[in-house]
């Protein structure tokens, strides 16, 4: 398995174009199930969770065409209802072929994703929501059957103990999108992904009103078409290439991002001490030597997310005090700590909390992560250390930052992928 080694301190500038979102394309590629029309999507990210959801839709029946950040989705012949444990099981995002395929066919087999290194990951709302579209749900030998005889619209409340669910909202909208009646989800997710899905499920014909507010309505429809749709771009890519400009005290410029998708990491940013400017959507990163400490907890859209806990810790690290930083969504998220620590970090964890106590240096030593955010806290951990930093297991990294080592050369960092 590959590594990439990283030698610091770096010291970044230029700019970086940000790509399509990781977790808007995987449920937007999901939806293509709803359709046997042609489905054009651009602007998708190649990454290894992306083209793990073009080998499922494949083996759902399709034929998928990705090059180029362009996906053609046609349909040579019938749906098949059965997604393998062999897919689904590597990436959780796999499961949000559910809903589609229940409202296609009636009957969908699907592998219960298990849970990760974040937490226990359960999908109770996703079968809360889809039982309240009258469909019989059961369990077996590690899979969910569902089937209806017809889906059929309801009031449905979906939120959990940790909040709304992303991947509950975009499985049961997708369902509801071709129900008998009306469907209206309350606690539904607000996250950009969710109203990106919402977006392309209307550009296909479906009658969706509310996405991006927890009250979404959903009338049904009876058929759906094809689509040319375009990917909004990755906040939390843009936001993690902030935070590395932030911890390396770098002067940076980032574009193609949607700054008003990342307000709540900008408003954090503001009292750390780091200057972001907007400027008709390209965002210019000023940073200082000084990093205020700011304490943050992450919650749902438009909370502070979750997926940029690790990589603000990570510049917390280096701040000249303490802060708190807590994770309400994956109160367990905090494999990244350990691994800070042994790069001179001075972190502790206290239940959901993370106690940073900032350190004038971190220094760079062999790491590795079991999660996607967990390794991108120590690449921008990495690019702040005085030495050399070998992060390993740098598959994670593959599932979700498109061209990595490229971006951050292009930058000026010192990096490179070698064989572990
Ligand atoms: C999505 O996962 C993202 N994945 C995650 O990104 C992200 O961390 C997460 O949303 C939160 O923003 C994709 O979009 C593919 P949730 P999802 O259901 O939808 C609990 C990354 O690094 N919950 O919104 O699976 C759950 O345990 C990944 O890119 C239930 O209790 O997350 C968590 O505490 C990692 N029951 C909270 O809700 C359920 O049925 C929010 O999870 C479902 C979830």
């Known amino acids: 398995m590959d590594k990439l080694v990283i030698q610091g301190v770096a010291s970044l500038k230029g700019e970086v174009t940000i790509s399509g979102s990781k977790n808007a394309a995987l449920p937007i590629m999901a939806a293509t199930l709803l359709t046997s029309e042609d489905c054009v999507i651009r602007n998708v990210p190649m990454l290894r969770d992306t083209k793990t959801m073009v080998a499922l839709l494949k083996s759902l029946g399709k034929k998928v065409e990705f090059s180029k950040n362009k996906l053609t989705v046609t349909q040579p012949a019938a749906l098949k209802h059965i997604a393998d444990y062999k897919l689904v099981s590597t990436m959780r995002g796999s499961f949000c072929v559910l809903g589609p395929l229940l409202a296609k066919l009636q009957k969908a087999k699907v592998s219960l994703p298990g849970g990760c290194v974040i937490g226990i990951r359960p999908v109770d709302l996703h079968i809360k929501g889809l039982t309240a579209l009258n469909a019989m749900m059961n369990f077996d030998n590690g899979y969910v059957i569902a089937k209806t005889k017809g889906l059929k619209g309801a009031h449905i409340?979906?939120?959990?103990?940790?909040?709304?669910?992303?991947?509950?909202t975009a499985n049961v909208m997708m369902a509801a999108t071709l129900a008998r009646g009306t469907t209206v989800i309350e606690s539904a997710a607000c996250e950009p992904e969710v109203e990106d899905l919402a977006n392309m499920l209307i550009d296909m014909g479906a009658k969706i009103t509310g996405h991006g507010s927890p009250k979404i309505t959903i009338v049904g429809v009876k058929k759906l078409s094809g689509v040319n749709y375009k990917v909004i771009p990755d906040r939390i890519e843009a936001g993690t290439y902030v935070l590395a400009a932030a911890a390396t005290r770098s002067n940076i410029t980032i574009k193609g991002a949607n700054y008003t998708h990342l307000m709540s990491l900008m408003d954090k940013l503001e009292e750390a001490g780091i200057k972001v400017i907007n400027e008709k959507g390209i965002i210019h990163v000023k940073a200082r030597k000084v990093i205020k400490p700011v304490s943050v907890a992450t919650h749902p859209y438009p909370g502070f997310p979750t997926d940029l806990q690790a990589q603000f810790l990570a510049v917390m690290a280096l701040a000249g005090g303490i802060s708190v930083i807590t994770d309400r969504v994956y109160p367990d998220r905090f494999i990244h700590i350990a691994?800070?620590?042994?790069?001179?970090?001075?972190i502790r964890r206290e239940g959901t909390n993370a106690i940073a106590q900032g350190v004038k240096k971190l220094y760079g030593a062999p790491v590795m992560a079991s999660d996607l955010r967990a390794s991108a806290a120590l690449v921008i951990a990495g690019l702040a250390a005085e030495g050399t930093t070998e992060v390993h297991r740098i598959y994670h990294l593959e599932r979700g930052y498109e061209k990595l080592e490229e971006k951050l050369v292009a930058l000026g960092a010192n990096v490179w992928k070698e064989k572990a």
């Open 157 to 168: 409340y979906l939120g959990g103990v940790f909040g709304s669910s992303v991947l509950a």
């Open 339 to 346: 691994e800070l620590n042994r790069m001179g970090a001075n």
